[in-house]
T-cell receptor
Framework: NAGVTQTPKFRILKIGQSMTLQCAQD?????MYWYRQDPGMGLKLIYY???????DKGEVPNGYNVSRSTTEDFPLRLELAAPSQTSVYFC?????????????FGPGTRLTVT | RKEVEQDPGPFNVPEGATVAFNCTYS??????FFWYRQDCRKEPKLLMS???SGNEDGRFTAQLNRASQYISLLIRDSKLSDSATYLC?????????FGRGTSLIVHP
């Protein structure tokens, strides 16, 4: 199993550009999450999904969009990038099974907006 | 009051020391509690879940105090490899909330 994969690892965007951060998992997990982590801070939830076709906003959704057309993939779209979106983005997934709520994280995407 | 609060540290301890971190949470309806470890520039990984009766995994002991709304992590016999940031995570329904983390530096 590859677990949770994210691409790209690094990206520099100019203000106003758009991009999609890719996230995929091969563990057949129902729940998937997108977080951002600013330096010295905890993870803030951007969007989450409890299954294919279902998404919902987290704590900091403004400036982002998501889709969940398959169980495996959960891309995060940035429209009109702003310097405030400079951050490390982590995707995570977990199984529906309530015996363990462990989240599995991808390696992250480091995004700089200049 | 923030939902999940942690002292960011850093905690600087010598090898072999015992160190403890606390984490307080504001939502009394919180259902599940965890400690994650995050190495520099890496993704978080689950260290251990925290159960009501307290639980131990080798040198690590986690405890939950629902009345005072805090969880704790005790590390005994610290190793250099324990140097990392320890994230407290509290789960309500679908959504887990992360603390900002406590930095631990273990020195020789």
């Amino acid at each position: 199993n590859a677990g949770v994969t994210q691409t790209p690892k690094f990206r520099i965007l100019k203000i106003g550009q758009s991009m999609t951060l890719q996230c995929a998992q091969d563990m057949n997990h129902n729940y998937m999450y997108w977080y951002r982590q600013d330096p010295g801070m905890g993870l803030k939830l951007i969007y989450y999904s409890v299954g294919a076709g279902i998404t919902d906003k987290g704590e900091v959704p403004n400036g982002y969009n998501v889709s969940r057309s398959t169980t495996e993939d959960f891309p995060l779209r940035l429209e009109l990038a702003a310097p405030s979106q400079t951050s490390v983005y982590f995707c995570a997934s977990r199984a529906r099974d309530t015996s363990s709520y462990e989240q599995y994280f991808g390696p992250g995407t480091r995004l700089t907006v200049t | 009051r923030k939902e999940v609060e942690q002292d960011p540290g850093p905690f600087n301890v010598p090898e072999g020391a015992t160190v403890a971190f606390n984490c307080t949470y504001s939502n009394s309806a919180s259902q599940s509690f965890f400690w994650y470890r995050q190495d520099c520039r890496k993704e978080p990984k689950l260290l251990m879940s925290v159960y009501s009766s307290g639980n131990e995994d080798g040198r690590f002991t986690a405890q939950l105090n629902r009345a005072s709304q805090y969880i704790s992590l005790l590390i005994r016999d610290s190793k250099l490899s324990d140097s990392a940031t320890y994230l407290c995570v509290v789960r309500g329904s679908y959504i887990p909330t992360f603390g900002r983390g406590t930095s631990l530096i273990v020195h020789p």
